[in-house]
């Protein structure tokens, strides 16, 4: 049976089992609850009648974590664009499928064979979907080779992703956003610039040089991938600073524009690049090359596919998924969400691609008892404003996970409220850094233009534990505050 032919026999069985195996909501606007909660629902009624909530639409529903009891709810049935909140389902069905301790494989090999220094053919670096690959595992990489003896490569450096399909970027990603990190090209061979894994992205830095003169640019790691074009300017200090650095969509050229002004520190982008295959493959080379090993002049970096018969030099595992999914979640890395969504497709139905990743998010969420009839997504990241999901769903999944053998690997990841380190507080690091939220809050946040949202646990004054979703659209103005509030008066309830 072909992968297409599977897939659709699961997505009809997940719609059989979610439809007798879940039981509706109510869908009016507040929740009866027992009544020692009755002060709790007025305060919160009290927040949703703010006039930022009130010119959004929004969705909120709380629960028990020991019962899954809803003792408030808002709109709770409303389905609204989650942004990263999304990456809750991401997290949970990755941990699902994959398990704790998956980790990804990056293989070197060839198709030749060494004699006196020099590999008589072709050198593969085939990619397995690693998001965590920084220049120096190519470093090491290039020390292996070197220690077999091989000086000279005669063939081609050929990089194999295949082991996802060739579509690069999700749905729904806005041509505004490409440039960046957070909106890289997805690739089954790829690197990241830093230990956030920011797979597919290049630092480009912008600092003020010489009054009068262009600024001094740098790159980290320095690739020959990006075209920096640099029309900006170092301005006396005290001048406004207007300096912007972007990539014109589309190509590798980075432009570098307006005025740096001296005393500044400069700016600092993480700019995606277009081909994560080819990019690592350019960085590798330069591995390569510090350790003395040559290519012949008619060589080329290309992409392409191993030959079966390859032999293996070198290889590496990632991290397990526990760790990775650290920097996933704590700092909601968007192409880590996409890769999972991708290696799962492939672990399950043999392709990596966003159709059968998804379709295993959704088989996932219908095995636990959501409607997925409610939950509607084109990514596994957030980015896209035409997914939808309601409170109420979406606060069902923070209560079913905690039945899990991996919740507290999936607990852990969620970012602390108030903690400065990154991978503690994560994207809640400058956020209810006051009692009683600090440290209480465990939450999973999501950011869009116009759509602010925040799901996680509350630990309360009286000890008790609570699962909370906050989803707004359509905000005239930011609705973070609000957001925060309600988080904060939740952990003050006793």
Do not use: C
């Not at 919160?44 to 974590?65: E, F, G, H, P």
């Not at 397995?128 to 490569?153: E, Y």
């Amino acid at each position: 049976m072909n992968v297409w032919r599977k897939i659709l026999v699961s997505f009809v069985a997940l719609l059989m089992i979610s439809s007798s195996a879940f039981i509706p909501l109510e869908e009016d606007s507040n929740v009866e609850a027992a009544t020692s909660y009755a002060n709790l629902q007025n305060k919160l009624n009290n927040i949703m009648a703010d006039s930022r909530m009130k010119n959004a639409t929004s969705s909120v529903t709380v629960r028990k974590a020991s019962t899954g009891e809803i003792v408030y709810q808002y709109n709770g049935d409303k389905e609204i664009t989650p942004a990263s909140s999304l990456k809750l389902l991401t997290g949970a069905a990755a941990l699902e499928t994959l398990g704790e301790n998956y980790r990804f494989s990056t293989i070197v090999l060839t198709d030749g064979k060494l004699k006196n220094g020099t590999l008589n053919g072709n050198l593969y670096v085939k990619g397995q979907g690693d998001p965590t690959l920084l220049k120096n595992h190519f470093d090491n990489f290039a020390n292996s080779l070197a220690k077999q003896g091989i000086k000279r490569v005669s063939g081609n450096l050929v990089g194999d992703d295949t082991w996802y399909d060739n579509v690069r970027l999700s749905a729904g990603i806005l041509a505004e956003d490409e440039p960046y990190y957070y909106a890289a090209p997805i690739s089954a061979l790829t690197l990241s610039p830093n230990g956030d894994f920011d797979a597919g992205s290049v630092i480009v830095e912008a600092k003020p040089g010489t009054n009068g003169k262009a600024t001094k640019v740098s790159m980290s790691p320095i690739t020959s991938v990006l075209k920096i074009v640099n029309n900006s300017k170092t301005v006396p200090k005290g001048s406004k600073n207007t300096l912007k650095i972007t990539r014109q969509v589309g190509t590798n050229k980075v432009i570098i524009t307006g005025n740096s002004p001296l005393g500044t520190s400069g700016v600092k982008e993480w700019i995606s690049v277009t081909n994560p295959t080819i990019y690592a493959l350019d960085i590798f080379k330069r591995s390569l090359a510090e350790k003395g090993i040559t290519f012949a002049a008619s060589s080329k970096v290309i992409e392409g596919k191993t030959p079966k018969n390859a032999k293996a030099l070198v290889s590496r595992k990632s991290m397990p998924l526990k760790e990775l999914i650290i920097p996933f979640m704590k700092l909601s890395n968007n192409t880590h969400a996409e890769m999972l969504a991708k290696e799962m497709g492939k672990v399950k139905y043999g392709e990596g691609s966003w159709n059968a990743g998804l379709l295993v998010m959704h088989e996932y969420a219908a095995s636990v008892g959501l409607d997925v009839t409610k939950w509607k997504f084109e990514d596994a990241s957030g980015m896209s404003y035409s997914n939808k999901v309601s409170s109420s769903q979406l606060s069902q999944l923070l209560y079913v996970v905690r039945k899990e053998p991996w919740y507290n690997t999936y607990y852990k990841s969620l970012p602390i409220a108030g903690v400065s380190d990154r991978f503690v507080g994560g994207t809640l690091r400058n956020r209810l850094k006051s009692a009683p939220a600090k440290g209480n809050i465990q939450a999973k946040t999501g950011s869009l233009e116009n759509i602010k949202s925040l799901s996680g646990y509350a630990k309360t004054k009286n000890g008790e534990t609570l699962i909370f979703t906050v989803l707004t659209e359509k905000n005239k103005t930011s609705t973070i505050p609000v957001l925060d509030q309600l988080a904060t008066t939740i952990t003050n309830y006793k």
